[in-house]
């Protein structure tokens, strides 16, 4: 197939057999680099597509998925000269996703990931099939794909039909920032529709690519607002003038669990060279939710962990079914598109982003409550202005209601496909639910960041440390002080954008 990019071969990521991490698809992402085959995958596609084909000329056995119907109707032979249509019918009888559009960040990682399963060789599909894929992908024309109609048991089959549907000329696609019919992007780039062949519908629609998306895009989101929570709690740490003491590294030894200690460390480096750290305090004890940062906020971070280690090995696997293995001289029907691992992993990461979000809210309640020689509300002239009253009531709006979204997916479980599919993951309802918590978590931290960005005006002329004076100087370019009532609601979003925008190293947000 003649590919349409004239760029070098330094331009392009090779998809291999190499495992991929995730600050490896985070650069990926962050830099826009194309997608090529290697020699290696192009064989393993090739060889694989080339078995399939032997074991199918004049065999009459039942093989699922090939020669057979799908879930229940497993055990309907299908006659070789529909194998063709039996997969078009396939992707369009399952593309039944409704809900809102997926984003388009999240379809792009579906269409990396389902790339890079089909390239290992265990999945019979075209070498073409492959590279359109893969055309796709380099070109931003990404299927429209909807965000509810996945069990994920049987792979996320809805989502994945959809993101399948644009190979063979039907559904829609974003391209240039416009949903267009595939049939006309076809045209535009002068693409024959793909003529599926045995198994290669089954292929495309088995796997877990719409929960491993919505996961590493969760994932590494996680992690920056990890490390955001920390610097935000720093601040509010100095805005309500708390001990140093909980954070003092002996402390820690006692207790070392890992992400307990890095968040030690880390608030102990923020808050480095700060005035007010330094000054005598009259309050013996605080609030457990400034004292009892490392403990909370490490927590999550080793929820974060565990989650990378599911995530890693799940976009460095194969999910589809039937699995051919050709050294072997086996076709194997089994069931790596259960979303299981996916799913527990997920409903946890919810948890442990929802008490970052928790306890953030805490800290905003106390900063406003009129405590620590600071004003009510931190505003001048209480009473006449409401001053940081509400967005203290938004907070705690938000966090309830991801209380109610952190209730676990994985614990559910419907029957479908005629009893045949009688265990499901809800993986799916997992990852897209997860997403929302944080969302919600990192405009409840940017309402922390503008309530402990005020309350330290009021500990004028100390000054927090070098670092977060720094911080303080870019958001109040952003979000200045408040000294009289305005429409808080700009300032909540403008804090939310600055999150957004705030640069992190990798090398610093993953380790």
């Known amino acids: 197939m003649l590919s349409v990019f004239p760029f070098i071969m330094s331009d392009f990521h090779l998809i291999s057999s190499k495992q991929i991490d995730l600050s490896s698809i985070h650069d990926l992402v962050e830099s826009q680099k194309k997608i090529k085959l290697s020699d290696e995958a192009i064989t393993n596609i090739t060889r694989s597509r080339e078995y399939l084909l032997s074991k199918l000329e004049g ?52 269409l990396f990931l389902k790339i890079r399963s089909l390239s290992y060789g265990y999945s019979g599909v075209q070498l073409e099939t492959v590279e359109r894929l893969i055309e796709f992908y380099n070109l931003d024309i990404l299927p429209v794909v909807y965000d509810q109609g996945s069990l994920g048991a049987s792979g996320d089959l809805a989502p994945l039909a959809h993101l399948a549907l644009p190979l063979i000329g039907k559904g829609e696609v974003f391209f240039n920032d416009e949903v267009v019919s595939s049939e006309k992007i076809l045209k535009k780039f002068d693409w024959k529709p793909i003529q599926m062949k045995a198994k290669e519908g089954l292929a495309l629609l088995n796997g877990t690519q719409f929960m491993s998306a919505y996961g590493i895009y969760s994932l590494i989101k996680s992690f920056k607002l990890s490390y955001l929570a920390d610097v935000i709690g720093a601040l509010s740490i100095d805005a309500f003038d708390c001990n140093m003491s909980p954070f003092d590294p002996l402390v820690h030894m006692v207790r070392p669990h890992n992400g307990q200690v890095k968040t030690a460390e880390r608030i102990n480096e923020i808050l480095d060279g700060s005035e007010i750290g330094l000054s005598e305090k009259f309050n013996v004890q605080d609030p457990y939710s400034f004292r009892c940062i490392p403990q909370v906020h490490g927590a999550t971070k080793d929820t974060i962990s565990f989650v990378s280690r599911t995530l890693l090995t799940e976009m460095n696997s194969v999910t589809d079914n039937p699995n051919i293995f050709t050294e072997d001289d086996r076709i194997i029907s089994g069931g790596n598109f259960h979303g299981q691992p996916l799913a527990l992993a997920l409903d946890y990461l919810s948890i442990a982003m929802a008490e970052l979000g928790n306890i953030s809210e805490r800290r905003t309640y106390q900063l406003v409550s009129g405590l620590r020689d600071l004003p009510d509300f931190l505003v001048k002239n209480p009473g006449l202005n409401s001053g940081f009253m509400i967005p203290q009531y938004t907070a705690a709006s938000i966090v309830s209601q991801n209380k109610q979204l ?10 479908s496909s005629n009893g045949q ?55 109040r ?30 090398e610093l947000m993953f380790n």
Request: overall charge negative; some cysteine.
């Open 477 to 506: 370019s952003v979000v200045p002080y408040v000294e009289n009532d305005r429409l808080l609601a700009n300032d909540i979003h403008a804090s939310v954008s600055f999150l957004q925008s705030f640069s992190i190293d990798g």
């Open 59 to 110: 065999n009459e056995t039942p093989i699922y998925g090939i020669n057979t119907g799908f879930g229940s109707l497993c055990n309907v032979k299908i006659s070789p000269e529909n194998l063709a249509q039996l997969q078009e019918n396939l992707m369009l009888s399952h593309a039944c996703g409704t809900g809102d559009f997926v984003p388009k960040e999240i379809i792009k990682l579906m």
């Open 406 to 415: 952190a209730t676990p997916a994985s614990v559910d479980s419907i029957v």
């Open 421 to 475: 599919e009688d265990h499901v993951s809800m993986g799916a309802n997992a990852a897209t639910k997860c997403l929302r918590i944080i969302d919600n978590i990192e405009t409840v931290l940017s309402i922390e960041l503008m309530n402990a960005s005020q309350a330290i005006e009021f500990r004028r002329p100390q000054r927090t440390s070098p670092f977060l004076e720094m911080l303080l100087e870019s958001y």
